[in-house]
């Protein structure tokens, strides 16, 4: 079963923009994280916000969560070539971790 | 070790065969997690272990899959009569602590069967 879902499915911008990728989910959540995974590797965590979290930063990452409409946002500000991945939402579902489809970043040199 | 390990990289086995997958985590993590990936879609959750407890199975597909984790560090994913919807790379993953937060994940095994 998949909790989050990722909008839009693939995205393809030019280096030094900005990307934004949203995620909804279904049932109440005590916290939201987001992870990267590169072409054949594993996922690596970026970032986790909590579900009393309105908004948070690390680096060029900014994530917010509004509960209200069961949703999150990360943007990723000035990309690189180097951010080029997928990024998954991942959510508490049950007692254990269920991730989304993905957003499938391309970053253009 | 530095991160999570998993061997091996790449597995091709004949339609009917046993494979068994390892995961080394990362020392002292308490939790351990398998995912399966399939291709273009995100990790689906197969199993949870709490040092050697496992404490959720529900997302093994069949009876033909099992894992253990004895001593609380290495696990094994073991199929069983492996047929062809089983391809998928299979994830594992470790955290510091009990629950799911801020997972290590392994680079994966990508199974094939032919």
């Known amino acids: 079963s998949q909790q989050g879902e990722e909008d839009p499915q693939a995205l393809s911008i030019q280096e030094g923009e900005n990307a934004t990728m949203n995620c909804s989910y279904k049932t109440s959540i005590n916290n939201l994280q987001w992870y990267r995974q590169n072409s054949g590797r594993g996922l690596v965590h970026l970032i986790l916000i909590r579900s009393n979290e309105r908004e948070k930063h690390s680096g060029r990452l900014r994530v917010t969560l509004d509960t209200s409409k069961k949703s999150s946002s990360l943007l990723i500000t000035a990309s690189r070539a180097a951010d080029t991945a997928s990024y998954f939402c991942a959510t508490d579902e049950g007692g254990k971790l269920i991730f989304g489809q993905g957003t499938e970043l391309s970053v253009k040199p | 070790g530095a991160g999570v390990s998993q061997s091996p990289r790449y597995k091709v086995a004949k339609r009917g065969q046993d494979v068994a997958l390892r995961c080394d985590p990362i020392?002292?993590?308490?939790?351990l997690f398998w995912y399966q990936q399939a291709l273009g879609q995100g990790p689906e959750f197969l199993t949870y272990f709490q040092n050697e407890a496992q404490l959720d199975k529900s997302g093994l597909p069949s009876d033909r899959f099992f894992a253990e984790r004895p001593e609380g560090s290495v696990s094994t994913l073991k199929i069983q009569r492996t047929q062809q919807e089983d391809s998928a790379v299979y994830l594992c993953?470790?955290?510091?602590?009990?629950?799911?937060?801020?997972?290590?994940f392994g680079s994966g095994t990508q199974l094939s069967v032919l």
């Open positions: 020392s002292g993590h308490v939790s």
């Open positions: 993953a470790s955290s510091l602590k009990t629950g799911w937060e801020k997972l290590f």
